[in-house]
């Protein structure tokens, strides 16, 4: 069955009554042409939400371990004094795990979003369906 | 939840039907991407004005590459001139892209809607034009890969204790932050452009970029944390790119250099040049582009406000500095010295040029009605883009022309090729930002369409 509105608000109607009568979230297929924080809300009651954060997290820790590592390892690898600083600055580590925290939280959610979302769909990337800016829902039920 | 279509005040809306948020979205979508056609013969004329100014910077780094740095003008005390200055500059330009993107969008300002594509845009250009400079500045660019520590025969690595590295790697970082949130704003944008566009070419070319999206529930999903999170660690990102830029100059002990302030001060900086070199591409191109029903002068007014903060932390940071330099006074005369020789030393009229185009041009926005007038703010924005050109050229250059030792002061010239290559660095600039018009949605078209529900 396919469900085409117009309008946010029947949509929504539509969509509660759905998930009401006992669909699972993940069976039916839901397009919408903007992000929406309200239908968010609605089917995040029936559905966990994104798991993506543990890509950032994860991402993040191997960033920030990686720049404190690279950085006192390379300074004791071949000890050579400058600037009269101890071999283990920390404080002017710091920079460097926090720059590298980001860039690899940032790349690996942004893996996150093509691992989770299942993209890129080469098939869909010439061929797509087009819903155009309606509100679509389709139930895979035998009526 | 935002219940108001953008720009239509509340007595004149009109009646909103069933389908008032539908149509709305389609009439967007055509305005939007009406922009994404065959270009005027004006636009030509501005690419081979731009391409024309990369040619000269071309010819002039070539220049430099095959007869040495000393075609510079730097040299001896001024080791650090016009190449260090169009960098800071640069990276100054790219930080109000973030700031519009990531800060804005985690404070739920809605007027960020309306700039954050091209500002992000810019962002992405600054940072691609800023990172040439330390290149340029090499000298032996073909060398550049020792700033990074990969392993080699020498068993040497780099000097993780010197902001010389930690700049490699938060520029690097930030181009590539910038370049992923922007791509992934792009993305639902790009679905649009492959659904809109008519001809076979177009829909394939934004078919791939789009990474075949289509719009379901579970994409958004994803796509609204990932936006998120994005945002939130650009956040400290670009305050901390402008820290460690800063920090360059201020881990050194020159006088005009070695000071505490520099970190939040350049951070300032670089937001108030950024903004006003959003208001000089955003100006003309919602003309050009009739976009003057999604950009309103309330939104511009909105950002007139935000140079005008900026403006005022920058005469802070001014202030600040003079004063303790006079604070401390006869008791430490090298600091002293320095910021007299600033102010009433050879490059005075650098100094003088930088407190009228930052200190004294932006107070007029203190008048509702200037703010509110775009020719003014365009106006007002070139002197600023000048005036933070040259706050760069005088910490850097001033400082080091008059150091500890009067044995080694000295006065630096820039050359021709180094003048060359600072047009080329514009050039650069806008021949990206014109292809990026022609090619890309300059306004986020999803996020508005979000405003509209």
């Known amino acids: 069955m396919e469900y085409r509105f117009k309008n946010k608000a029947e949509f929504m109607e539509k969509l509660e009554a759905l998930l009401e009568s006992g669909i699972n979230p993940d069976d039916m297929k839901i397009v919408i042409p903007n992000p929406d924080h309200d239908i968010e809300h609605l089917v995040e009651h029936y559905k966990s939400p994104s798991k993506l ?91 | 939840m935002s219940s108001h279509a953008p720009n239509v005040n509340a007595e004149n809306a009109p009646e909103r039907d069933q389908t008032y948020a539908y149509n709305y979205k389609e009439q967007m979508e055509q305005d939007v991407f009406a922009a994404i056609s065959k270009p005027k013969p004006m636009f030509f004329v501005a690419l081979l004005i731009s391409l024309g100014c990369v040619g000269i910077g071309a010819y002039s780094w070539t220049q430099q590459i095959v007869y040495g740095l000393g075609e ?11 190449y260090i200055t169009d960098f800071v500059f640069w990276v100054g330009i790219a930080h109000s892209g973030t700031l519009i993107s990531a800060i804005l969008f985690l404070f739920r300002a809605q007027f960020r809607n309306r700039f954050n594509r091209t500002a992000e845009a810019m962002t992405v250009f600054a940072v691609l034009t800023a990172g040439l400079f330390p290149l340029i500045h090499l000298g032996r660019v073909w060398f550049a890969y020792w700033l990074f520590p990969y392993p080699n025969q020498r068993l040497l690595w780099v000097n993780f204790k010197s902001p010389l590295v930690w700049d490699v790697f938060a520029v690097s970082t930030y181009l590539t932050v910038s370049v992923v949130f922007w791509y992934i704003g792009l993305v639902p944008d790009l679905a649009i452009a492959r659904r809109i566009k008519e001809s076979k070419l177009q829909k394939t070319i934004y078919g791939i970029f789009s990474l075949g999206w289509t719009g379901t529930f579970k994409e958004w999903q994803h796509y609204n944390q990932l936006y998120k999170f994005l945002a939130a660690l650009a956040t400290p990102l670009v305050l901390s790119v402008h820290s460690v830029v800063s920090w360059d100059f201020a881990m050194g002990v020159v006088y005009g250099w070695h000071t505490t302030i520099f970190a939040p001060y350049f951070v300032a900086g670089a937001i108030f040049s950024g903004c006003a070199m959003v208001i000089t591409l955003m100006v003309p191109m919602r003309k050009i582009f009739s976009l003057e029903k999604y950009i309103t002068v309330d939104d511009f007014e909105k950002l007139a406000k935000l140079l005008m903060l900026t403006g005022l932390i920058v005469s802070y940071a001014y202030i600040i500095e003079l004063a303790l330099a006079m604070y401390v006074g006869h008791g430490n005369i090298y600091e002293y010295e320095q910021f007299m ?18 200190v004294i041009s932006p107070l007029a926005l203190f008048i509702r009605g200037l703010r509110r007038n775009l020719l003014f703010l365009f106006f007002l924005s070139i002197p600023i883009n000048i005036g933070m050109w040259f706050e760069r050229f005088n910490i850097i250059v001033i400082s080091l022309a008059k150091d500890f030792d009067p044995y080694s002061f000295g006065y630096y010239t820039p050359s021709m090729i180094e003048w060359g290559i600072t047009i080329g660095s514009f050039g650069w600039f806008f021949t990206f930002f014109l292809l990026f018009t022609k090619t890309i949605p300059v306004i986020p078209v999803t996020e508005l369409k979000e405003e509209v529900e």
């Open chain 2, 72 to 82: 510079a003008g730097i040299t001896n005390p001024v080791g650090w001139g016009v």
């Open chain 2, 341 to 358: 020789y600033r102010m009433t030393g050879d490059y005075a009229w650098a100094y003088w040029i930088m407190i009228g185009c930052n």
């Open chain 1, 53 to 143: 954060k543990y890509f950032t997290l994860i991402g993040g820790l191997t960033g920030c371990f990686t720049g404190f590592f690279i950085t006192a390892w390379t300074s004791l690898d071949w000890e050579l004094v400058t600037g009269g600083k101890p071999f283990l600055s920390w404080p002017a580590y710091i920079v460097i795990a926090f720059e590298l925290t980001i860039l690899l939280g940032a790349l690996s959610s942004f893996a996150g979003l093509l691992i989770l979302g299942k993209l890129p769909q080469f098939s869909k990337m010439l061929n797509p369906e087009n819903y155009g800016n309606e509100f679509v829902i389709i139930t895979e039920d035998e009526e």
